[in-house]
Each structure stands twice: as structure tokens, then as C-alpha cells.
């Protein structure tokens, strides 16, 4: 048998390695597992892992991209409708074309795994969502979320990282049950005290299995997760980048949002909204200013 090691990608054999995880930490005869490609985390004996073979992860890396990308090809088909009917409404009378500039909604997405939050500033980066980055344990997240906030003077906020429900921890509907749960919903209240109208800070908390009536209860827009199932690593990307691209003068249901994410309804809810996109004239091209907006897209903190 295999020595399991940290840094490895394994799976559950009880749960015949149906989702792939990240061993974080070896402590005694159990192993602590973040899933490579959900928000879930987890525990479990040694002598249930077993490490995946480099071709199944091609494999299956290969399907998690396909998946991916066609939820990026969608979104961008619905951000092209939405600039042409800008096109047509703003430049209505004009004979120049885009005769306007847009300041997307800024983000400031507080997460739980370093990894993952690479990988979701390299899509906000794709999307041409501005975002600041920030890694930091979930339990140090209500701490430090006010100045963050005051500091970085955000449009959107995301609170999120792993989580997961424990049936020995109590029922579905008890807060104590949820690794991380709390957490989250303590990290949107502390956010509230600094900036309490929902139009003014839109907020997603919420990872795998997150209590979504508490999270939302506490002041979020957003949450995960309804039916306490996995959330994809990019859902939350997609949630507030929905929101970033699309004028403030328009209003997004949830099902707006919902369409473009990997989870769909299940795994994420939340309230209307209105877009945080802006736009302005007179549009003026200086391609040394393109150039450095280019650099300066998304911070990362870790």
C-alpha cells in the first residue's frame, strides 16, 4: 500500500473516489482533505485513501475542463449581448462607435485555499473583473474582514473557502454542525457593521455544504449552499462577475446568475440584484494606460 503523504491527491474508497481531494494534513491514523476542484473539506482514516494514478487525474482534469471552459464560453455569449445593447442604447445618435468606457464592479474575494484562489483570480482576470485577493483561514476572516473592506473600498465581496455538514455534529438545520458555516456568517455580519446596505457591498459567502439560511440570514446577497451540496471552486467567480460586468441601471434574478455557474440552484441561492457596471464618456484611447490597467487587474495577498 502506498504511503499517503501531504500534497498528494487522493480518494475516498468508501465513497468509490468519486470526488478527488488535496491531502492538507496527516494528524494520528486520519488524514484532513480539500477537495482539488469542490469547496469541500474532510476527514478520513488513512486505510480509506487511496492516491489516483497521474493518467486518471489527466483523465478526469481533461472532463473538469471541458466543463469549465463551457461555462466560460456562456458567459462570455452573455456579456457580448449585453455590450451590444449597450452599444445600441449608448451610441444611439452617434456616429462613433463605443463612445463610452466601463469600470466593472471591484472585487475583493477573501479565501480559504491559496490554491483556489489563484485559480479564481486568473478567471476574474479572463473576465476582465478588477479583484483584490486575500488568503486567509476561514477563523481569521471576521477579524480582519472590516479593514480589508475599509482598505479596499470594494463593490463586491466573496467569503468563501471549504466547508462541509457533519451528521454526528447534528441535524441540517444546526449551525454547530458545519465546519465552516459559522465562520462565513460571522465574516458577513463584521462586513454589514461597515457597510450595511446590500446595494452598496454585494456579498457571496459560502463553500461546499454551507447552512445557505444562516450565511444569507446575516446579511449576504449570495450563498451556498440550498441543498447542502458541492459548490465548484469557480462558483463564486461567476456569481459576483455576473454582477461586476452588468450596468447598475439593470436588475439580475437569481436565475440571471445561476446560468452561468457550474452548480446551478442546488448549490447556490441568494437575492435580486442590481449590476455594479458602470459606464461613462468620453471614451479616449491611450494604450499606455490600457497596458498598466492591464498589470493592475487583480492583487493577491496570501
Known sequence: MTEIKA??????????????????????????????????????????????????????????????????????????????????????????????????????????????????????????????GVHLPENEMAEQVASLVEMVRPDLLVITGHDAYTKSRGSKSELKAYRNSKNFADTVREARKVIPYKDHLMIFAGACQSHFQSILKSGANFASSPERVNIHALDPVYVVAKVSLTPYSEQLSMWDILKTTLSGEKGLGGLETIGSLRRGIPFYDNPNEEEEGNKNNHDILT
Not at 486505510?47 to 466543463?67: A, F, G, H, P, S
Not at 471552459?69 to 451590444?84: A, G, P, T
Open 7 to 132: 500534497g498528494q491527491i487522493v480518494g475516498r474508497l468508501s465513497y468509490d473516489c468519486d470526488v478527488l481531494f488535496r491531502v492538507h494534513r496527516i494528524h494520528g491514523g486520519e488524514a484532513e482533505l480539500f477537495g482539488e476542484e469542490v469547496r469541500l473539506v474532510a476527514d478520513a482514516p488513512l486505510d480509506d485513501l487511496t492516491v489516483i494514478e497521474e493518467e486518471d487525474r489527466k483523465i478526469r482534469k481533461r472532463e473538469q475542463k471541458l466543463q469549465e471552459e463551457s461555462c466560460y464560453h456562456l458567459f462570455r455569449q452573455e456579456r457580448k449581448l449585453v455590450r451590444e445593447k449597450t452599444d445600441y442604447d449608448i451610441t444611439s445618435g452617434y456616429t462613433k462607435k463605443n463612445a463610452y468606457f466601463e469600470v466593472p464592479g471591484r472585487v475583493l474575494h477573501l479565501d480559504g485555499d491559496p490554491l483556489y484562489l489563484k485559480k479564481c483570480t486568473a478567471v476574474y482576470d479572463r473576465l476582465g473583473v478588477p479583484v483584490y
